[in-house]
T-cell receptor, first 114, second 109 residues
Framework: EAQVTQNPRYLITVTGKKLTVTCSQNMNHEYMSWYRQDPGLGLRQIYYSMNVEVTDKGDVPEGYKVSRKEKRNFPLILESPSPNQTSLYFC?????????????FGSGTRLTVV | GIQVEQSPPDLILQEGANSTLRCNFSDSVNNLQWFHQNPWGQLINLFYIPSGTKQNGRLSATTVATERYSLLYISSSQTTDSGVYFCALRGGNDYKLSFGAGTTVTVRA
């Protein structure tokens, strides 16, 4: 089944403790991205990647890192999480440059930083 | 960037009713999708519809790209249709998918 898999689904952590949210897709998509969803602010893009070793900032990249060493994986790294990073996170992927193809989203990761 | 406006913000329906959700956008687009976010937070892709009309069961969508709007129709609504419906699109050379604020639909039995 074609899908984007995020792990974990739920995570509670403490301020400053490094964490990684994994994202993997099995559709051989070139384009991957991360979004966060917050009440009243909607979904905002954090980072995106056009292909292996190619990443760029979205609208809200501060406090996050990403890497794209393999085509299928696009982990989101919080080096020193803070409470304002409490949010619902989504990974998405698309074929080609994403221009003419739909995006597939993962099931989401609900992160709480205390 | 491209602006996305959805209406209405909230919609309460009786089971069996029909409804229309609207998405207006400020510029030409080359990708437009409708998503349903269920009560568990999952984003379910409903339609990829940069132009034209598509139907899937009780749902259908129409995008008139030249007039910069898209419509999502829900017919014979069911309680499982409850959730937030998002219009998301990208235009030009921007690889970001811009989301509207969503329409929250509540279907009552």
């Amino acid at each position: 089944e074609a899908q984007v898999t995020q792990n974990p689904r739920y995570l509670i952590t403490v301020t400053g403790k490094k964490l990684t949210v994994t994202c993997s897709q099995n559709m051989n998509h070139e384009y991957m991205s991360w979004y966060r969803q917050d009440p009243g602010l909607g979904l905002r893009q954090i980072y995106y990647s056009m292909n292996v070793e190619v990443t760029d900032k979205g609208d809200v990249p501060e406090g996050y890192k990403v890497s794209r060493k393999e085509k299928r994986n696009f982990p989101l790294i919080l080096e020193s999480p803070s409470p304002n990073q409490t949010s619902l996170y989504f990974c998405a992927s698309s074929s080609g440059e994403g221009a003419f193809y739909g995006y597939t989203f993962g099931s989401g990761t609900r992160l709480t930083v205390v | 960037g491209i602006q996305v406006e959805q209406s209405p913000p909230d919609l309460i329906l009786q089971e069996g009713a029909n409804s229309t959700l609207r998405c207006n956008f400020s510029d030409s687009v080359n990708n437009l999708q409708w998503f349903h976010q269920n009560p568990w937070g999952q984003l379910i892709n409903l339609f990829y519809i940069p132009s034209g009309t598509k139907q899937n069961g009780r749902l259908s969508a129409t995008t008139v790209a030249t007039e910069r709007y898209s419509l999502l129709y829900i017919s014979s609504s069911q309680t499982t249709d409850s959730g937030v419906y998002f219009c998301a699109l990208r235009g030009g050379n921007d690889y970001k998918l811009s989301f509207g604020a969503g329409t929250t639909v509540t279907v009552r039995a």
